[in-house]
Structures are given as C-alpha cells and as structure tokens.
Nanobody
Framework: QVQLVESGGGLVQAGGSLKLSCAAS????????MGWLRQAPGKEREFVAA????????YYVDSVKGRFTISRDNAKNTMYLQMNSLKPEDTAVYYC????????????????????WGQGTQVTVSS
C-alpha cells in the first residue's frame, strides 16, 4: 500500500505560478514511476506529466509542455509539479498517482495505468 497526499493548490491569476507537492508513504517511493493527472469540472480525468523512478526521464501532455515541470526528491519521498504561465483551462483538481510496478522502463501516460491516488488538490486559474 502507498499513501499519497497532495498540497500546494490554490487560486491564481492567469499567467501566474503554483508548485504542487505530493508526499508519499507506505512503500519504497524511489522504486516507482510517478505521475500527475487532473480532472476539470465536467470532464474526464486526464494525464498531465510523468517522471521515472530515478527522475531522469519525464513526459508531458502537449498542452502543458514548456509551462509545467515535474520533479522528485527521493530522499524526501516527495514529487513536485511546478506550474508556470497558468491558463484558465488549467483549472482542475490535480492528483498524484503511482505506477503499480517498480522499476518500470516505460512511463505511464494513461489514467487507468496508475493505481494509488491521492485525494487531489484544487487549482483555480482566473482570467
């Protein structure tokens, strides 16, 4: 079992920045790829970004490339999502999630591929 707790969400104006954190406990955080996903009001949950277990490989959905940066600190069992140049369409509940398999080479880029989820943190971008 793994427990994931997101924090750092809030209300920001368009063009602003936020940094989300995901604190993990319960299993060896450093062995698993991790991801950020989001769900906007009235829409399905979607993949945002993923990072490999060592942190050397990342992947982003096209809509956030160049604006968001995913990172992790395995010594602190924490993953981050730095979000810059935020747009109103980034408004959503953001979730961190864990790959079900350790030491996976391929980054998961679909929602069903992840198993453990946090409770989510709300990000609201005003225009």
């Amino acid at each position: 079992q793994v427990q994931l707790v997101e924090s750092g969400g809030g209300l920001v104006q368009a063009g602003g920045s936020l940094k989300l954190s995901c604190a993990a406990s319960g299993r060896t955080f450093s062995s698993y790829n991790m991801g950020w996903l989001r769900q906007a009001p009235g829409k399905e949950r979607e993949f945002v970004a993923a990072i490999s277990w060592r942190g050397g490989k990342t992947y982003y959905v096209d809509s956030v490339k160049g604006r968001f940066t995913i990172s992790r600190d395995n010594a602190k069992n924490t993953m981050y999502l730095q979000m810059n140049s935020l747009k109103p369409e980034d408004t959503a509940v953001y979730y961190c999630a864990a790959d079900p398999t350790p030491y996976t080479i391929v980054l998961r880029t679909t929602v069903p591929a992840y198993d453990y989820w946090g409770q989510g943190t709300q990000v609201t971008v005003s225009s």
